[in-house]
């Protein structure tokens, strides 16, 4: 299912910056996390940091993970706009799952089984998006 784009190689490793909606941007080029989609949460800002962090929640629990490394992504797919769905990896963390397990992302239906048992552990749990009040 994946599609080749010119001047890209099968792997994408370098520093990369959060978007609000849970993307990567690396090299210039958006990309979305294979196997889940993160619902909308409300915007918190960790003021303990200078300068303070500030995101949805999915968002700010990946700056956190980002900070151990850079992540190296294997694409799965390009869309027509040029971003990529790809398997990120922080080390030997897949930040996909990491999401899942956190709860701030659902398994979308196309997903492994892996991950579907893990969003079903944090919804069990009620952590992340399971356990935030509705109206938040």
């Known amino acids: 299912m994946f599609s080749a784009t010119p001047g890209w190689s099968a792997d994408v490793k370098g520093y990369a910056f959060v978007n609000d909606d849970g993307t990567l941007?690396?090299?210039?080029?958006?990309?979305?996390?294979?196997?889940?989609?993160?619902?909308?949460?409300?915007?918190?800002?960790?003021?303990?940091?200078?300068?303070?962090?500030?995101?949805?929640?999915?968002?700010?629990?990946?700056?956190?993970?980002?900070?151990?490394?850079?992540?190296?992504?294997?694409?799965?797919?390009t869309h027509s706009d040029r971003s990529i769905t790809a398997v990120c990896r922080v080390d030997d963390t897949d930040l996909s799952a990491y999401l899942l397990k956190s709860g701030w992302a659902v398994a979308t239906a196309d997903a492994p089984i892996e991950y579907h048992?893990?969003?079903?552990?944090?919804?069990?749990?009620?952590?992340g998006v399971w356990g935030i009040p509705i109206g938040e």
Do not use: D, M, Q
Request: net charge positive.
């Open 117 to 127: 048992t893990l969003e079903k552990i944090a919804r069990t749990r009620r952590i």
């Open 25 to 77: 941007r690396v090299r210039g080029k958006t990309i979305h996390l294979y196997g889940i989609h993160i619902p909308e949460t409300s915007i918190i800002c960790k003021t303990a940091f200078r300068p303070p962090i500030c995101g949805t929640r999915a968002a700010v629990a990946l700056v956190f993970k980002l900070n151990a490394g850079w992540p190296h992504c294997e694409p799965r797919e």
